[in-house]
Structure formats: C-alpha cells, structure tokens
C-alpha cells in the first residue's frame, strides 16, 4: 500500500466533501460540478459564460437560497436538510483558502469534543492492483491515525478523535472511563443546527460582550457568520443542516461552550479528570462522574453555559446509567455480533486468510433467516429504538462481508460453486431487505443499495448463466417494499413530499436492466406526478420542496423506455413549469440544479433540452439567441453533466465515492 499527496493547492476539492449533504439520491454528486471549477479557463466559451454567470458571485453579500428537503429519521419524524446553491458553495472555496488556520485553531479549544477538524488532509491511498479494479472504498472520514488506506480524500481536514460515534464507544477511551467512574449521563442539545444564531460564532471567536460593543465587520467570526447568513437566505436563526461547513460552524461555537462550562466546574471546586470527565460528539454530551450528585452538578453548568447561545438540553433525550455502562443499543449490538458471527461460521470458511463460501448444503434459507431475525428480535427486548438501530447495524455489516467476499473471489469459479453462492447470497440478501423493510431510512437504503448492486455484480461476473436468478430475487425484494403497508404509511405521512430514500433502490434496480422495471401504476404511485401537478405554481415560494429530487429521479429511472413515454411527457411538462422564469437562477439552488440537470438530460427530447437553453443564454447574454446562437449554445452544453450522473455504468463510481463521504 502507497500514499500519496494530495495537492494541497487544490482547494476545489472542498466541494467533494465540505458544502453537500451526504443524504442525497445516490445519482447525485459534486464531482462534475468539482472537475468543471477546479478547471476554470475552458476552452468552451458556453461553459465559462454558465460559470461566471451562476456561479462566480464573488460578493459574499449575494443572498442565496438552499434547496430545503427532508428525509425520514423514524416512523414519525424526519431530518430537515438543505443543499446550498453552488455559487454558494464557491464562496466556501474561498471562505477555506483564506481561514483554515483560523478554524483549526478554534476547533481545537476543548478538552471535551472528540471529534473535531486537526489538520488539512495531506494523502490518499493508492490501491493494489486488485483494489483498483474491483474494490469499493472505505465508509469513514479521515482519521489523523490512518489517513493512508483512502485512495481519495474523504474530507479537507483530517479529524481527531473519532469520526464515527460509535468508534468512542469502542474505543479502549471508554473501557477506562467505565472502569473509573460509577454513573454515565449521556445528553442531547434540542434541535441545535435548527437553534443556532448564526451571530454567535463571533461571540465564540471575539467574546459577547466585545462583539456586541465594537461591532467588527471583517473578523473570521463575523465572515464566517455572514457565509453561513448568506447560504442560508439572510436567516441569523438556525443554520444549513447536512453539510460539513455547518458541522465545523457549530464545533466552533461549542468548543467555546465547553470551555466555559470546564471554567465554571472549576470556579465549582470540580477538576476534570478528578471529579468528572466530559466528551462531546457534535451535539450530544456524555458525563463521567462518581456520583449522580456531581453529574448533576456538571449538567447543570453545561446547561448555562449552552444557555447563553440560547441552546437547551432536550431533557427527554437524557440518560443516567450506573456502572456498568451497558445501554439497549450495547446490549443489542453484542447480541448482534454474535448472531452475526454464527451466521457467517455457517456460510463462510477460511482459506488463505480469505473467507470462502461453505459448500455445506442448506435446507432451507427461510429457517436460516427466521433464526437469525428472531435472535435479534429477542436482544432488543421490545425496544424499538435499539432494533432500529441494530437494522442499520446488521445491513452494514453484511454489505461489508460482501464486499470482501466479491473483492477476495477467484478470478474464476467452478459452476458446481454456484449453488453455494446463490444461498449463501439468497440469505444475507432476504435478511438485509426484512430489516430495511422494519426502517427504511436513508442510511439503510443506501448500503442496502450497495449490497444490492455487488450482488448482482458478482453474479454477472462469475455466473452469466444464473445472473437472472439473483437479479429476479432482488426485484422480487424491491416490488415487495414498494407493495408494503410500511411504504404506502411512508407515502401517506410524506405529506405529498417525495421519499428520497426509497429512490436508490430504484436506481440499483433500473442497472440490473429494463426487464426488472416496475410497471405504470407502481411508478406514479411511488413518483406522485400528481402531487407534483398541485405544487407547480408554489415552486419558488416552497421554502420545502424535492421536486427536484423527485423529477430527476423519474427521469433516470424510466430512462428511454418507449412504454414509459407518457410519464416521461408528464415529467417534463412540471419541468417546463417550473422552468418558465429563471430570473432567480443566479441565487435560488432548486431552479439551478433544474435547469442545469433537465438541459443534460439525455432521456429528454432534444426540442424540449434547447428550449431552456435558449433560456438559459437569453438570462446570462441579456438577449434573445439567433437561431444559429441557440443550436451552437445547446450543443456545445448538452453533454456536460452537472450534479446528476445520468449515465447507467457511472452508478458503480457514484456508489464508490458516496461510501467515502463524510458521515456522523
């Protein structure tokens, strides 16, 4: 394994990981849009003329507005993201080239965080020649301690402690702490992204009383308030939530609030590391104390000290354990491994340090997984949260077996392989969709997605001649989700809003080819065009909305089909609606992923493409184009893609990179 250095001077590469949520359709990404500013002299003039005219704002007082949308969280609530406009996300190029010292500085204040900006990311990993060609990356952030087994990078900085909150508690960190304390807290702040006024980093970087006194412009603090204003539609209450700049804005501002809560305990006669230790992840507190009076005491401190930047603890949220230190979820998790490990000592041998597919015959894979389901309903002891949790355990965890199951294969298997394979698969498949089916969230959409598309894969590659068993398996699965009562109570609770997570299984479906596509009915219903139909004249004024979303993803997924033709129609009809005036375009981030995406679309007819390009000419040239003009300016456009990667073979590369996006 070699390292390489990254060019340290390619600050472009922040849009790959810093100014979009990772909770996107798996077809979106910031690659094109990355490849197209990091080069910005192109040799085609159209493209340079979109670039300067959306994009280079450079004023850092240009208000934008983010494409608002939300994803499920549970069967009742659902998180509440934005994607920022990309002019916007230029001006955090900028805002990162010019302050990255600054950040690192303020994110390294408290004792308390574990999980915090410590350096920019100097290397990557270059993989051996089997990676290279079959292996899907790693799932974490940048870590300081092994930086070197990415092949790119995960995220501009580099992170300390923990990347992940469960790396804590595995971590030999908390095995000291549990042998040291008695009582265990664990805290949460309500709504904090929501919550946060964006004029308090200056209070974190300069002090209140100085900020509100000398009313500074051009601090780090203030132009970092102004940034986050701007992305944010000129709001000050509550800030862009699903990126990493808004992550690092909070650290900063609680890096501040720990530090005045460790003063306060120590004005209190509390010493840390004597009396009580805290770690805080992002936005949730753990207290380590010897007693319930002291963790009551340091909860009581961090209380006020969130109170002067007007954030609460959510008291619904706390939890008090007592030595030892074992939680729902620790208990549900260790069952879980174990059930995990029996599962795999059944399937899987070792040969060479490779695990191998058992050619033991199974009887019946329904009992394999009906055993396997009902240990793990029987460790959650009717506890909804921690069977929750265990879903996206267990799918992560059976995507990453195989994952190395396909990356350690042969070159070539025998045929009489196949009918362990196929079982072993059958297996790990059914009990991956069952649990997807109990929470279908985003996170467990987009492995099982993974999962899915490996599958078939492998099957392709080692099998042609069975490759239609597994494909028919998995779009038996996805007809079931989309049959249930689970996503027909998802729709009904969506309110008319598209689910986004239900969409990349039909992405991974849509590559296994036409013949596993779902019929008219299934698709309007999952797509509600008629839904669309109601929202077109409230576009703009939406402050939520993933029409977007929605209509991109109809378009990839029916592609050419000729049966599909009238939804097609349809589809770019609430386009061509919502496309009528693009006055906006230069700060309203849902008309320009639209545009940009509909115009390169190569699944819309041609005549419907050069319309809005026409469009798109007459608001950058401020006239209308000749005939001549327009031809020239569509084509030399029409090719380029933007944020959606419409081509089919591009998922498998889309799936790679998404699996490297910063996550917590």
């Known amino acids: 394994m070699n390292k390489a250095k990254i060019k340290l001077n390619d600050y472009s590469r922040i849009l790959l990981s810093e100014t979009a949520p990772g909770d996107v359709p798996i077809i979106f990404t910031n690659n094109w849009f990355y490849q197209k500013i990091k080069n910005k002299n192109h040799k085609n003039q159209s493209i340079q003329d979109i670039i300067n005219y959306v994009f280079e704002r450079k004023n850092l007082d240009d208000i934008s507005i983010p494409m608002r949308y939300r994803i499920r969280k549970d069967d009742i609530s659902y998180r509440h993201l934005g994607l920022i406009h990309p002019a916007q996300q230029i001006n955090i190029i900028e805002f990162y080239k010019a302050y990255s010292d600054q950040i690192l500085l303020y994110c390294s204040k408290s004792s308390f965080s574990i999980r915090r900006p410590a350096k920019v990311a100097s290397s990557y990993f270059i993989p051996n020649k089997l990676q290279e060609s079959r292996s899907l990356k790693s799932t974490s952030a940048e870590r300081l301690s092994d930086e070197k087994k990415f092949r790119h990078s995960t995220s501009y900085f580099a992170y300390d402690r923990h990347t992940k909150l469960h790396q804590f508690f595995e971590d030999e960190e908390f095995f000291n702490l549990e042998g040291k304390y008695t009582d265990f807290w664990s805290i949460d702040i309500s709504k904090c992204f929501d919550s946060i006024y964006s004029h308090s980093i200056t209070w974190a970087t300069k002090g209140k009383f100085r900020t509100k006194s000398l009313r500074v412009k051009d601090t780090f603090g203030s132009i970092f308030d102004r940034l986050m204003q701007r992305a944010n539609f000129n709001e000050t209450n509550g800030i862009v939530i699903g990126n990493e700049v808004s992550r690092i804005f909070a650290e900063i501002i609680l890096q501040d609030v720990d530090c005045k809560a460790k003063s306060m305990l120590t004005d209190k006669g509390l010493q840390e590391s004597e009396d009580y230790d805290v770690r805080r992840y992002v936005d949730d507190y753990f207290i380590f104390a010897s007693s319930p009076e002291t963790c009551q005491k340091v909860l009581d401190v961090i209380e006020d000290a969130l109170r002067a930047y007007k954030l609460f603890i959510n008291t619904q949220k706390t939890k008090k354990i007592q030595?030892?230190?074992?939680?729902?979820?620790?208990?549900?998790?260790?069952?879980?491994?174990?059930?995990?490990?029996?599962?795999?000592?059944?399937?899987?041998?070792?040969?060479?340090?490779?695990?191998?597919?058992?050619?033991?015959?199974?009887?019946?894979?329904?009992?394999?997984?009906?055993?396997?389901?009902?240990?793990?309903?029987?460790?959650?002891?009717?506890?909804?949260?921690?069977?929750?949790?265990?879903?996206?355990?267990?799918?992560?965890?059976?995507?990453?077996?195989?994952?190395?199951?396909?990356?350690?294969?042969?070159?070539?298997?025998?045929?009489?392989?196949?009918?362990?394979?196929?079982?072993?698969?059958?297996?790990?498949?059914?009990?991956?969709?069952?649990?997807?089916?109990?929470?279908?969230?985003?996170?467990?959409?987009?492995?099982?997605?993974?999962?899915?598309?490996?599958?078939?894969?492998?099957?392709?590659?080692?099998?042609?001649?069975?490759?239609?068993?597994?494909?028919?398996?998995?779009?038996?699965?996805?007809?079931?989700?989309?049959?249930?009562?689970?996503?027909?109570?998802?729709?009904?609770?969506?309110?008319?809003?598209?689910?986004?997570?239900?969409?990349?299984?039909?992405?991974?479906?849509?590559?296994?080819?036409?013949?596993?596509?779902?019929?008219?009915?299934?698709?309007?219903?999952?797509?509600?065009?008629?839904?669309?139909?109601?929202?077109?004249?409230?576009?703009?004024?939406?402050?939520?909305?993933?029409?977007?979303?929605?209509?991109?993803?109809?378009?990839?997924?029916?592609?050419?089909?000729?049966?599909?033709?009238?939804?097609?129609?349809?589809?770019?009809?609430?386009?061509?609606?919502?496309?009528?005036?693009?006055?906006?375009?230069?700060?309203?981030?849902?008309?320009?992923?639209?545009?940009?995406?509909?115009?390169?679309?190569?699944?819309?007819?041609?005549?419907?493409?050069?319309?809005?390009?026409?469009?798109?000419?007459?608001?950058?040239?401020?006239?209308?184009p000749t005939t001549l003009q327009a031809d020239e300016f569509f084509h030399s456009i029409s090719d380029e893609q933007w944020f959606i990667s419409w081509h089919y073979p591009d998922l498998w590369n889309t799936l790679e990179k998404k699996e490297l996006q910063f996550e917590y």
């Not at 059976?398 to 070539?412: D, H, R």
């Not at 068993?469 to 309110?495: H, M, P, R, V, Y």
């Open 323 to 624: 030595k030892p230190f074992i939680t729902g979820i620790t208990r549900g998790k260790l069952a879980t491994s174990n059930a995990l490990t029996e599962l795999y000592d059944l399937l899987f041998l070792t040969e060479d340090d490779k695990p191998v597919v058992s050619n033991v015959k199974i009887r019946s894979t329904y009992s394999v997984v009906k055993s396997f389901i009902n240990k793990i309903k029987a460790s959650c002891h009717d506890d909804k949260e921690t069977y929750y949790v265990m879903t996206g355990y267990i799918i992560s965890a059976l995507t990453n077996k195989i994952k190395y199951i396909y990356n350690s294969a042969p070159e070539i298997l025998n045929s009489q392989d196949f009918s362990s394979y196929r079982s072993a698969f059958v297996i790990i498949l059914k009990i991956a969709f069952h649990l997807f089916s109990i929470h279908p969230s985003f996170h467990n959409s987009r492995k099982l997605s993974m999962l899915s598309y490996i599958s078939f894969n492998f099957f392709e590659q080692h099998f042609p001649e069975e490759e239609k068993t597994i494909k028919l398996l998995i779009n038996s699965f996805i007809k079931d989700f989309f049959e249930s009562g689970k996503f027909k109570q998802s729709l009904d609770s969506a309110n008319n809003y598209f689910p986004i997570e239900f969409s990349n299984l039909l992405f991974v479906s849509r590559n296994m080819g036409s013949d596993y596509l779902l019929n008219h009915r299934q698709i309007k219903s999952i797509f509600d065009l008629d839904g669309a139909k109601k929202r077109r004249h409230n576009f703009l004024e939406q402050e939520e909305n993933s029409d977007y979303f929605q209509l991109t993803s109809l378009l990839y997924y029916i592609g050419n089909e000729p049966e599909y033709n009238r939804i097609k129609d349809e589809a770019i009809k609430e386009i061509s609606f919502r496309l009528t005036n693009l006055e906006s375009l230069h700060k309203d981030a849902k008309i320009c992923y639209l545009l940009l995406d509909s115009i390169s679309c190569p699944f819309i007819p041609v005549k419907n493409r050069k319309s809005w390009s026409s469009k798109l000419y007459e608001t950058i040239k401020m006239h209308k």
